[in-house]
């Protein structure tokens, strides 16, 4: 790699970590409320997961098992169903539909 495309590669790098600062920073009160929910969603392995969309986590009093990236990845896809059927295939982008702020957890049990 020659050093022009290491340099556009370091600049890209930079403006993606950047931007996902300015995403994290974004205030709630920026996301229409639709977008804003908790829900829980079951995986394949059959553990049921929580992820709060656009919304601090409330997490369990008992720790449970980290997820796997993989479960987590799924949790994440099914967890935002209801941003896809509300916004449609198109939208501006970062907002609170088509760059969604998730976390997710397993629930014991």
Do not use: K, W
């Amino acid at each position: 790699m020659n050093s022009t495309a290491l340099h556009t590669v370091h600049a890209l790098c930079a403006a993606g970590a950047a931007g996902v600062s300015l995403l994290a920073a974004m205030p709630a009160s920026a996301v229409p409320r639709e977008f804003v929910y908790t829900v829980n969603v079951q995986i394949r392995d059959g553990r049921t997961v929580q992820c709060a969309v656009n919304e601090p986590p409330h997490y369990p009093p008992v720790p449970t098992p980290a997820l796997t990236t993989d479960e987590r990845v799924e949790a994440e896809v099914l967890a935002t169903q209801r941003l896809r059927l509300l916004s449609g295939p198109r939208g501006p982008y970062p907002a609170g539909d088509t760059a969604p702020a998730i976390t997710c957890f397993a629930l014991p049990g």
